[in-house]
């Protein structure tokens, strides 16, 4: 019961013991008031109004809300990501606005190790595709990398503005993108080294295709470049009109990488053949739509991208709130699925049509891409979410949070 309802049902019992009192015509002897206020707690009555009796508001109430299994709160800044070792999905590292990161273990929030001694922002996190080595890297552009099982830091190289790193899904090798512009890959741990020179701007984004051999790379003036990375050419250029009209914001590519999805702060998503270069399609969301393109607007950015594997479908995620999700053989939209805030970051299941999200107001979605249907929503942190990863069999979700906080959530599903 609300506390309106409470009021109203009180003053309603009142004024039946006032019209029985008047139908008796009896009055209580002072004596019998006397006992009454004596009764009363002045102080009770005086703190009523302070603390609304207790009542929280629905706002408190749903700030409240913690779904996840465990807390990890040795950060002391917004924790900006978090990684999963890709072999046996026990171990995380987070990095974060503290100078920090942590490796910690996923069951019980244990910490394994510290990478210490960065002197900026840890931005960038991540394990090697054996789980044998684990990379930081801070906004001031310095890379360290560690081996697991000892502990101990094995190499660390320093670069310009640090925007974002890989590994290689097959080998020790790291890739990364720097604000001047260059796409640096390094042997670890010998630190045997090549670059890759785009313009003269940020390389915002970056991707390397499933075969090993070459990696997609996006600017902020929009172009892409696809790199040989044995040979260290690039192999072709989308720029101008066929380029995106902003930063590159996120890249994602199909599982037999024919075909690179990207997304950017113009709005729009392209889906590229890695093989010819060319643009198949360039989606945007339809509910951006200028009124006057006279004016200059804000464009509703891209934030996240994602191939499905099970299915002929895609997903694009917008700053507005927007998931959309289209169909990869007809480039239709199928479905547009809407939060209430923006979104930071979308992942598919590896084996099935379901899409989770995490958006600004801290809260992971499940969405069914078949129906366009929410599955599920996963509320704990009191803050944005800037990052989040799945483990390999969709049981578990890791948060990276803007609260301090990275957690861990355990997907509950009917048909798990």
């Not at 990869?328 to 699925?337: M, V």
Request: some cysteine; aromatic content about 8%; charged content about 25%.
């Amino acid at each position: 019961m609300d506390r309106s309802a409470e009021d109203s049902l009180q003053l309603h019992e009142d004024e039946e013991i006032i019209e029985v009192i008047d139908l008796n015509d009896t009055e209580p002897s002072a004596d019998d008031l006397a006992d009454e206020l004596e009764d009363v707690d002045v102080a009770d009555i005086a703190n009523d109004d302070d603390d609304d009796n207790g009542w929280e508001t629905e706002e408190e109430m749903e700030s409240e809300q913690d779904d996840s299994e465990l807390t990890f709160s040795k950060h002391t800044g917004s924790v900006f990501c978090v990684g999963l070792d890709p072999v046996n999905n026990s171990l995380a590292i987070t990095g974060g606005e503290d100078d920090r990161a942590y490796v910690w273990t996923v069951c019980n929030g244990d910490v394994l190790f510290e990478c210490t001694g960065h002197k900026d922002s840890v931005t960038c996190a991540a394990f090697s595709c054996d789980s044998k080595l684990v990379a930081s890297g801070d906004m001031s552009g310095l890379i360290k990398v560690w081996r697991v099982e000892s502990k101990e830091e094995i190499w660390s190289f320093e670069v310009g503005d640090l925007e974002w790193f890989e590994w290689h899904p097959c080998a020790p090798v790291l890739l990364a993108g720097t604000a001047d512009g260059n796409t640096w890959m390094w042997k670890i741990p010998s630190g045997e080294c090549k670059t890759f020179q785009g313009p003269s701007c940020q390389a915002t984004s970056g991707k390397i295709l499933p075969d090993g051999k070459r990696a997609i790379v996006g600017y902020e003036d929009g172009s892409l470049r696809l790199w040989d990375l044995k040979r260290g050419d690039a192999v072709y250029a989308i720029k101008g009109h066929e380029g995106h009209r902003g930063a590159l914001t996120s890249m994602a590519c199909s599982k037999d990488g024919s075909l690179i999805l990207t997304g950017s702060v113009d709005g729009h998503a392209k889906l590229i053949s890695t093989s010819t270069g060319k643009v198949v399609f360039s989606f945007n969301n339809e509910n951006y739509e200028a009124k006057d393109t006279s004016q200059e607007q804000e464009c509703n950015s891209v934030e996240s991208v994602g191939f499905c594997n099970v299915l002929p479908l895609i997903a694009v995620g917008y700053l507005d709130g927007t998931l959309a999700i289209y169909d990869l053989n007809t480039q239709s939209l199928r479905h547009r699925c809407k939060h209430k805030v923006g979104l930071v970051h979308l992942q598919w299941e590896e084996a099935s049509a379901v899409v989770s999200t995490g958006n600004l107001a801290g809260v992971v979605t499940l969405w069914d891409a078949r129906s366009g249907a929410m599955m599920s929503e996963y509320h704990g942190h009191s803050a944005e979410i800037l990052d989040f990863v799945l483990n390999r069999d969709a049981s578990a979700v890791v948060t990276a949070g803007g609260d301090h906080k990275a957690k861990v959530f355990c997907l509950q599903r009917p048909d798990r």
